[in-house]
């Protein structure tokens, strides 16, 4: 394991009048003999060689972090400090940052934190930030500071936990989508969605946290995009799945407000991107939300008879995106809704009519269970809402799997990431047809792969050329000009799907299910 930093112990030679060799030469020259070429020595490092050098007898820790062509010292330290050698690994995402402090010298996780981020503030999509800062140059400002504050926090937090001052370590691998990089470095994030789809950067490199305004006192290495719509974060989480070291070619959909997918192999990879929308994370209908304490995280129906748990075991505030995939299955299982969606009000005594909102509705919690004492319901046009949402994700696979000649039967192997897939029911989710009918031994859901390649790389420089590989040869499809594309969500805004002979197993679970009856 050959991590992105390291820490050298050196006990040189006190200077003399006969030997008034400088205290940065003396440390340059020690590091060359034990084989650091090309070493660079920052003045705010310089600042601290007097009088500590000669305080500790020359007896220095040095902390190096690797760039392409040169070292960086970023830390000289009096004695031996090698046992405590630290970095950190970040999924900086559009809607929550995850941190992760990592030992260098085990590669273990000592500790793990995740915040919202503040560019929330601005808006709760991209799109929003992006027009926010069109508006005025001086909101530009305004996300980065928020992100910086974000990082801050998180550093704070780990830091708190575990006693170890987060804001020393020497690297910061940081893994986030082309436009949240953009935010992160003050640069035009429009550039990423007007045409010529070129970004002002997919590939930054290395960055002092000071230059970002963080605490942070080591470096950042941002991982390179792909393309504008395929970012750093499914390059890093590509690293972590190697598909493209394998013979048999394999999906990769990370799958959260937006959708990217990748498929291939070790000869091709072909690669898109689109808005999956909010909706599978909860964010529809009145009482959708996140997966917090009190959502409804999973439905089970049996005829009219519906049950559920919440977060925490605590009384149903709403429902959560993985809840709302149960509950659609359940629904269309147990004949509450037809294959269009449309709910059956004779199936069951929860579904009502709305008067105010003309529709009908399903009540997954009545008034005497929820929380505010009145019904939590998923209406008519919240359904409707969420087969867009699944449509578009079913359809972005069907069109990328065309596109590289690859039909279901070849897939080796189908990963899933993200903490929608982490926190649902595969099987509710191929039931109302977001995924294809694959066998379930082809699918594996990871949380966050994103996360994972960012420690991967912290831990393992070499792997470093996966990266350069990754982001320079994957070929990007842009949905948007793929003529029939709209054609074909209009197919899959069916439960599972217009075409029930692409879902055998579904349309054997409807046939038991009305054998029951």
């Not at 260098?104 to 991209?126: C, H, L, P, W």
């Not at 959708?259 to 009145?286: D, H, Q, T």
């Not at 209406?379 to 065309?402: F, G, N, P, R, V």
């Not at 055998?504 to 679970?509: F, H, L, R, T």
Request: charged content about 20%; aromatic content about 10%; glycine content about 8%.
């Amino acid at each position: 394991m050959q991590a992105f930093s390291e820490k050298v112990f050196l006990q040189l030679t006190p200077p003399t009048e006969d030997d008034p060799v400088s205290d940065h030469q003396r440390i340059r020259q020690a590091l060359y003999e034990l084989g650091y070429e090309h070493v660079e020595l920052p003045l705010q490092v310089m600042g601290q060689l007097y009088p500590m050098c000669r305080d500790c007898g020359f007896a220095v820790t040095v902390t190096l972090v690797v760039r392409e062509f040169d070292w960086v010292i970023t830390a000289v330290e009096p004695g031996d400090t090698r046992g405590t050698h630290y970095g950190l690994a970040v999924d900086y995402g559009s809607t929550t940052i995850v941190m992760e402090l990592v030992d260098m010298n085990t590669g273990e996780v000592i500790a793990r934190k995740r915040e919202m981020s503040g560019q929330i503030a601005y808006g709760t999509d991209i799109l929003t930030r992006i027009t926010y800062t069109m508006e005025d140059t001086a909101h530009v400002e305004d996300l980065q500071r928020a992100t910086a504050e974000t990082f801050d926090r998180l550093i704070a937090g780990l830091t708190a936990e575990t006693g170890i001052d987060a804001a020393k370590c020497p690297v910061m691998i940081v893994s986030g989508n082309t436009t949240m990089i953009h935010f992160l470095l003050k640069l035009n994030a429009w550039t990423v969605f007007a045409s010529p789809y070129a970004p002002v950067t997919s590939a930054p490199g290395w960055i002092w946290g000071r230059e970002l305004g963080m605490k942070f006192q080591g470096m950042l290495y941002i991982i390179p995009a792909a393309s504008n719509y395929v970012g750093g974060d499914i390059v890093s989480g590509l690293l972590k799945l190697d598909i493209h070291k394998n013979d048999e070619p394999s999906l990769f959909f990370d799958i959260g407000t937006n959708g990217e997918l990748v498929i291939g192999n070790n000869e091709w990879m072909v690669a898109g991107a689109g808005a999956a929308g909010p909706a599978l994370e909860g964010y529809i209908s009145r009482y959708g939300m996140r997966a917090e304490s009190g959502a409804i995280d999973t439905v089970k129906i049996t005829g009219s008879e519906l049950r559920y748990t919440t977060i925490d075991g605590k009384k149903p505030v709403g429902i959560c995106g993985s809840g709302i995939i149960d509950l659609l299955a359940q629904m269309r299982l147990n004949g509450w809704i037809n294959i269009a969606g449309t709910l059956e009000p004779s199936a069951s005594d929860r579904i009502i009519y709305l008067e105010e909102e003309q529709e009908y509705a399903a009540v997954y919690a009545t008034a005497e269970e929820s929380k505010s004492g009145e019904p939590l319901f998923f209406s008519q046009t919240d359904i409707h809402q969420y087969l867009d949402t699944k449509a578009a994700a079913y359809t972005m696979i069907e069109c990328l799997m065309e596109t590289a000649g690859c039909s279901e039967a070849e897939l080796a192997h189908c990963y899933l990431s993200g903490a929608f897939t982490a926190h649902s029911d595969l099987e509710s989710a191929i039931t109302i047809g977001i995924f294809p009918d694959l066998p379930r031994e082809k699918y594996t859901c990871i949380s966050n792969t994103s996360l994972e390649g960012a420690r991967i790389l912290l831990l393992d420089r070499m792997r470093l050329k996966d990266v350069y590989y990754l982001a320079n040869h994957i070929y990007c499809v842009q949905f948007a000009s793929i003529p029939d594309f709209l054609i074909r969500m209009q197919a899959a805004k069916f439960i599972p799907h217009t075409d029930m002979n692409r879902y055998p197993s579904v349309a054997e679970k409807l046939e038991r299910c009305m054998c029951e009856k």
